[in-house]
């Protein structure tokens, strides 16, 4: 069988590396082209590798990076991942798709758009259908976005709580990774030995993104989730891995163990459908008073392509009417790259490529 080919767009940045990770030696996809600003152009990848924790192939490091052209693009691969920036994804991303390239996209320039999907396959799969009405569909381009990266961690916890027992209020606080921040990210003045409490629009993305991923899609559009989020949000001297703080208002009166055995059972679409990239076990719950830890727990998933790609729950807890935990995840493979790629992969197995 041969293999789609693929695009990825701001091969130089944290999250335009972490596509490359996650498409080397893909069985479904095949990289076509490296894709970075004119600056960059004709570099080799493997001079421009920021990230840490992986070890690319020689061919892949010899690679050498190509200048963003749309036209060229369109001709030459049926997807593009898009690491760019969100002031520079907008317009690259509507062009791609208007030449009929399919685009899952890390950035947030289209997720409030009325017809794109804020996809998270094991959460609202059937948010898929969305690309059927968009304008350009008809010519076989469309926008997929993934969600925000602290987002990512704490939809697919709510999802499975809210689903068996309802909820009401989500109060939310963020301790996110540096690497969040791009790269070269907070300056280190500013982060070592020291917490930020301030991450440029992040509360409200969280507040309004999580209401279109947990909330219905029908042709008249999305509907928002019925209950409400309140984030606080700061960034922490932790290379990788966005820890979070929930507690929660639930309509029903669960035990902890509940709770932990409906977390831990979690299963869905991309689990049935054995897709490369879907950790086997997506919500790991952790019984250690002190987990978890980006330390410990920012790679959690299995098998090895899903590494990263699950997310960790622990010290699940009650009082005074509320359920508290915290959740962790890898903010720039399951909260970014990797979330993209598994959007594909699931398009693939629907048979929407």
Known sequence: ?????VAVLGATGPIGQRFVQMLEGH????????????????????????IRGHEFSEDILEQKIKVMDVAHISKSARIAFSGI????AGPTESELAVKGVAVFTNAGSHRMDKRVP???????????????????????????????????????????????????????????????????GVPSLDAVGNVIPFVDKEEEKM???????????????????????????????????HLESLSLKLRSSPSPEEIASV?????????????????????????????????????????????????????IREGNGFYKMFALSHNTLRGGAGGSVLNAELFKAKGLL
């Open 263 to 315: 977390l831990s059972g979690f299963r869905s679409e991309p689990q049935s459908l054995k897709l490369p990239s879907a950790p086997e076990v997506p919500i790991i719950v952790r019984k250690e008073k002190d987990r978890p830890q980006p330390v410990y727990d920012a790679l959690a998933g299995s098998p090895e392509r899903a590494k990263g790609m699950a997310t960790t729950v622990g010290r």
């Open 85 to 88: 920036p969100s002031d520079l």
């Open 207 to 241: 507040e309004i993104e999580l209401a279109k991923i947990l909330g219905g899609y029908s042709a008249d559009g999305f509907r928002p989730a019925s209950f409400k989020v309140i984030a606080n949000c700061a960034r922490v001297p932790v290379v990788d891995g």
């Open 118 to 184: 804020i996809l998270i396959p094991e959460i609202n799969p059937e948010h898929a259908e969305s690309i059927r009405h968009q304008e350009t569909y008809g010519g076989g381009g469309y926008i997929v976005t993934n969600a925000n990266c602290s987002s990512t961690g704490i939809a697919m916890p709510l999802f499975a709580l809210d689903r068996k027992f309802g909820l009401d209020e989500v109060f939310v606080s963020t301790y996110q990774a540096l690497s969040g921040a791009g790269y070269p």
């Open 1 to 5: 069988m041969s293999k789609i080919s």
């Open 27 to 50: 069985p479904y996809f095949e990289i076509e082209g490296l894709y970075a600003s004119e600056r960059s152009e004709g570099k080799r990848f493997g001079d421009t590798v920021k």
